[in-house]
């Protein structure tokens, strides 16, 4: 976690001192930079610690400078300078510094670095001194799937939004206009006139920019009245109807420095002298991170309150009734590391970040997904799903304090690509998913269906009707994951239906669904019926295409049809008329089987009576038929074997008409 953010950072008590083990040389330079360090003054120590550093022989004082790299390792890795923190760590190894943990913080750094498979060689060497450790764990985790996360990449569009000569984080719109952005910067503009001990810059001011008519943001400004002081001002966050402000404050009368949440009234433009938020009597302890639930009922926020998972958790309290409500999210958000900065953005969608959860690196972004508690089970906890929000959201670097906009955009912060450590302040976009489907309604000669309508129902709730183009094309919007019944109806037609499901991959895509209406009153070709030679037993394959006739005749409950069989030229009319007509028959007893009513369906045996016309759909297949062609014994004698094969296998058909759609049961 990057230290110099004083205001968001627990320090002074949650810093564990990190003592140097050394005896009669420990002089009252070094004693100053160790006091400073257990202060929390990074800067200031890291400063100490590389005068002494250069200060001693390479091979007389090998073991002192060993422990003064670690040391300023240590200041550097907390002021989020990883690749000197490396630089440092690497020298108190050369050094043979003893320390069992410096392994594990130079490959922490090395993580920070974007080195992830030097880190993980370095996780690995401390966890065979300590293979329970779980730092190390969650570290190694996190270098193992950073590639991975690399590679996959996310919908998110991320650029720079805004970056002083000095650290700019946190920002939050006012209210839900979005015409105001507070932010916390520590730029020489900043009112305070003491520099922080931990960064070495100003101490941190509260600032603002405002959108003009054109959506246009002005130059930052800082917040006027007696919001801004010398202490340390950090995180802010609004109510919201926006005229409460809660904000983070470092308040240091001696040490240890303390981190408290305060809260300022708006009056017209101006914000009121801040009053301490009390939280608990608990003075020991540090609060950070405010962050205001939707419906103004519950204030976030990060502390190292005693009775957490370890580390700073993240918290509620009842802003209006604290007592008995203060309450620690649990396990499955809060781990031994440390969550920080919540951000409240639906009563499902919790953002935070977090060093425990294996990340990219520092802190990463994640979204925390309320599941919907068990119905059986009156006394069931909440359950959330945790998920690493991904590139390019996160980064070998810190990113943290997430806030939203308009739909999937808004901005964060971020060390990223800043050597010094210091935060910068990002945009991103999420752009919609493009998902269609698309497709076209045609009757069974592959000709548009004229005036057709087609309806779409999701399980998500929605409802969409369109008709198709004259050319019978039709395109529908659509959402990932959703299951959705299409139905395609036009006058004169049997109505169609089709069942789609989206994918739930997060990428633009196109699906194709095409409908073939029946005409009513004209002979509908069955494909796929199939007999042995001279039978009339239906054969396996040909149920397939029957049980899609089951089911639109029960779509179709009124509908009575002729079923008809159709035979080549080869044989007698007397023969072949005998022949399909039993085939027509195993068809009707076939439907009677599977439900419907035998008073709906009317067998025909037509034999070679009726040759079959080409159409459109039949000259695709059969290009050497022109389309209009009648198929009859004579025309067939003057074409060649394949061809003859070909008519003849046009001709061997089974055709269904609706005779009447008023049937009564």
Known sequence: MFMRRILYIMVGVMLASVALSLTSCKGPKLKDADEAYDRGEYYDAATIYRKLYNRYNRKQDAWLRGELAFQLGMCH???????????????????????????????QSQQREGQYAAAIKSYNEYLDMFPDDWEALAGIRGCELAPQWKEEGSRYIVKSFYSSRRADYCPMYLDKNMEYLYFTSTNEKSTGELRSEITGTKKGDIYFFKKDEKGVWSRPEVVDGGLNTEHDEGAAAFSPDGMTMYLARAVRQDWPTTVEIYTSSRSEAKWGAPQKFEIT?????????????PDGK?????????GGQGGTDIWRINIKDKHGTLENLGPQINTKGNERFPNVRTDSLLYFASDGHPGMGGLDLFVAKLQPRDENDKMSLDR??????????????????????????????????DARG?????????????????????????????????????????????????DGSFRFDLQRGVKYAMLASADGYLNARQEFVSDSVEEDAEYNVDFILAAMFKAQIIENIFYDFD???????????LDSMVMLLKDHPNIVIEMASHTDRIGSQKYNQGLSQRRAQSVVDYLVENGIPRERLKPAGYGKSRP??????????????????????????????EDKEAADQINRRTEFTVLDTDFQY
């Open 535 to 545: 039978k009339a037993v239906l054969r396996d394959e040909s149920k397939l295409a």
């Open 281 to 293: 009597a608990d003075t020991l302890s540090n609060y950070s991170d405010p962050a205001v639930s």
């Open 384 to 417: 959330y799903v945790v998920e690493n929000m991904g590139v390019p959201m996160n980064s070998s670097a810190d990113d943290f304090g997430i806030t939203f906009g308009q739909g999937e955009s808004g901005l964060f912060s971020s060390n990223r690509g």
């Open 422 to 470: 210091y935060d910068h302040i990002f945009s991103f976009i999420k752009p919609d998913l493009q998902i269609w489907i698309s497709g076209y309604v045609v009757d069974k000669d592959d000709e548009p269906v004229p005036n057709a309508v087609i309806r779409i129902v999701g399980d998500d709730g929605s409802n969409q009707k369109t008709a198709a183009k004259p």
């Open 612 to 641: 079959k016309t080409v159409t459109k759909r039949i000259h695709s297949q059969y290009p050497q038929f022109e389309e209009g062609v009648t198929l009859t014994e004579e025309f067939i004698k003057g074409l060649s074997k």
């Open 298 to 306: 519950w204030l976030y926020f990060a502390s190292d309150i005693p």
């Open 77 to 107: 890795l907390k002021l989020n300078q990883g690749n000197r923190a490396t630089a440092a760590f690497q020298n108190a190894i050369r050094y043979n510094y003893e320390d069992s943990t410096t392994l594990l913080r130079l490959a």
